[in-house]
């Protein structure tokens, strides 16, 4: 039997339990003020405020479970890229709350914000047969009956359909302006604490004045206060989709290692990315997978791109690629065993 309270029986699990509450605790109350969950988790991702394995419990626990979003979920039957005419029409959708979960297989839950541009620009593209959940919640109680159009429309602007009656999701802007922060109080200032000083003896020599006693002005140089380092974003994105083209005459075992010893090179000196490729319209989880006599051949066209918090490095990647493509491959064979090829 599992002990669904097992991860609360160390501190160190209390205290995450208890920072992911408050977290979802705090999202319930900036929804209610009609704030839109995937702004509020993106904010949060570049703050480095929430895990990427967090998204998804509080996906079910804050949009399924609490709040009763109606849903739909899907896999594309092509790629969707081209964003500008489906967020500028939702964008005018004031009665409705939309929220589209995108499941990337190497980047993990992305939610968007249909209406926001900034969000689908960061995503770039949807694959094909990759899952997509739409969720969509009236604003107003009085609106609910709209929630079943206004998810059919979204499904059919996402399948490049015009969508019929689309004004009446229109109306006066709902979602209310952020409310500016609060001024912090002016500090009171405060009499000096009065303290008794004790006469010396007789004989003694005086003691030195008080820092506050008027005395010759002694020029005091002050040390520049250090700059604030800039912290880095917590959000993963990815690159475009860049081309390499195969110059030998097929792409053979002996380009596939060249491959294999150029990513794992890459990802050692840039930790935390990941390289993604792609053939023949398909991901190709595993490099071997490339190899198969006759598959690959001369002028094909792989492509590849690259994930991660702060991307690094490509160019060159690319260029690398491209030579372990070629008749140059085994360059990239000579390492040592048990040992990274040091290319970046």
């Not at 998804?56 to 594309?76: C, E, K, M, T």
């Not at 839950?109 to 995503?123: G, V």
């Not at 109306?171 to 604490?193: C, E, H, Q």
Request: positive net charge; glycine residues 8%; hydrophobic residues 40%.
């Amino acid at each position: 039997m599992i002990n669904d309270y097992l991860s609360l029986s160390t501190r160190s699990g209390f205290n995450k339990s208890l920072s992911h509450f408050r977290m979802v605790t705090d999202i319930v109350k900036r929804l209610g003020q009609r704030e839109n969950l995937a702004n509020i988790v993106d904010a949060l991702e570049k703050g480095k405020g929430v895990e990427k394995s967090q998204i998804g419990p509080i996906l079910n626990a804050v949009v399924i479970d609490r709040l009763g979003y109606a849903s739909r979920s899907f896999n594309l039957t092509q790629d969707l890229s081209g964003f500008d005419a489906l967020q500028g029409e939702v964008n005018l959708w004031n009665r409705i709350d939309l929220l589209i979960a995108y499941h990337h297989p190497q980047l993990g839950i992305s939610l968007i914000n249909p209406k926001d541009k900034s969000h689908w620009e960061t995503i770039r593209e949807i694959d094909r047969d990759e899952l997509v959940v739409l969720y969509v919640r009236s604003f107003e109680e009085q609106d609910n009956g709209l929630v079943g159009e206004a998810l059919t429309g979204l499904y059919d602007l996402l399948h490049g359909r015009k969508v019929n009656g689309a004004a009446t999701f229109g109306g006066a802007r709902s979602v209310a302006p952020p409310k500016p922060p609060p001024a912090a109080p002016a500090p009171t200032p405060s009499a000096p604490a009065a303290t008794t000083r004790l006469a010396p003896p007789a004989g003694a020599p005086a003691p030195p004045p008080p820092p506050s006693s008027p005395g010759p002005a002694v020029a005091k140089t002050e040390e520049p206060a250090p700059a604030p380092a800039k912290a880095s974003g917590g959000k993963v994105r990815m690159t475009p989709k860049y081309s390499v083209q195969v110059s030998n005459e097929l792409f053979h075992n002996g380009n596939v290692e060249a491959w294999k010893n150029i990513v794992e090179s890459y990802k050692t000196k840039f930790a935390g990315m990941e390289v993604h490729i792609f053939h023949d319209g398909q991901k190709v989880n595993n490099i071997n997978a490339l190899f198969k006599w006759g598959k690959v051949k001369h002028g094909d066209v792989i492509l590849f791109c690259v994930s991660g918090e702060e991307i690094k490095g490509v160019a060159k990647l690319q260029r690398y690629l491209y030579e372990g493509a070629s008749l140059r491959f085994e360059h990239y064979l000579k390492k040592d065993v048990n040992k990274v090829l040091n290319l970046f």
